[in-house]
């Protein structure tokens, strides 16, 4: 079965740090591009950021540039987001999505993890 | 960025009914318009890509049309599991994609 699942999400203070990562099974996961995607609580969707096969090819949002990380580890079937001075407005569901085929439709997304970013 | 607009914000219908929603884009995305279902608690799923495209597994009741600004997911006979949010997406400018705001789909 093909499935993505989130972790490491929880509750941190304004201005410090976490790491999101999100491991793929049932597919060839280094042949697949990914994303991070959020929804803040009652809210729509957010592209967060992608990265390509090799991980040479990375892009964020600009809310989350020069913060956040994106990041993949091929030979652990593995996507990592770090999350350096978080703010209130990170607080969100994070998905971890992956693309279909080399087209950012993203046709398979993980579960989620929640971030909560509050003193 | 491109900003995506859907109508209406809600949508009362019954099971049985045709729905129609309503995606509009500030600017041309030529045919590159996703639409995605959400219910609670779960994670968005692929229904329609490159604007009329079915994807896997998904019912032949969703349709997606349109091109340019202007685009339309229909579902043409509602079951009582396609109630949920439904958002569309863009991705014209990669890498900014962007989202619309969502649709709820509600039974009257």
């Known amino acids: 079965e093909v499935q993505l699942v989130e972790s490491g999400g929880g509750l941190v203070q304004p201005g410090g740090s976490l790491r999101l990562s999100c491991a793929a099974s049932?597919?060839?996961?280094?042949?697949?591009?990914m994303n991070w995607v959020r929804q803040a609580p009652g809210k729509g969707l957010e592209w967060v950021s992608y990265i390509n096969t090799s991980g040479r090819t990375i892009y964020y949002a600009d809310s989350v540039k020069g913060r956040f990380t994106i990041s993949r580890d091929n030979a652990k079937n593995s996507l990592y987001l770090q999350m350096n001075s978080l703010r209130a407005e990170d607080t969100a569901v994070y998905y971890c999505?992956?693309?279909?085929?080399?087209?950012?439709?993203?046709?398979?997304w993980g579960k989620g993890t929640t971030v909560i970013v509050s003193s | 960025e491109i900003v995506l607009t859907q109508s209406p914000a809600t949508l009362s219908l019954s099971p049985g009914e045709r729905a129609t929603l309503s995606c509009r884009a500030s600017q041309s995305v030529n045919s590159y318009l996703a639409w995605y279902q959400q219910k609670p608690g779960q994670a968005p799923r692929l229904l329609i890509y490159?604007?009329?495209n079915r994807a896997t597994g998904i019912p032949a009741r969703f349709s997606g049309s349109g091109s340019g600004t202007d685009f339309t997911l229909t579902i043409s006979s509602l079951e009582p599991e396609d109630f949920a949010v439904y958002y569309c997406?863009?991705?014209?400018?990669?890498?900014?994609?962007?989202f619309g705001q969502g649709t709820r789909l509600e039974i009257k």
């Open positions: 490159d604007a009329s």
């Open positions: 999505a992956r693309h279909q085929g080399h087209t950012p439709w993203m046709d398979v």
């Open positions: 997406q863009q991705r014209s400018n990669w890498p900014a994609i962007t």
């Open positions: 049932g597919f060839t996961f280094s042949s697949y591009e």
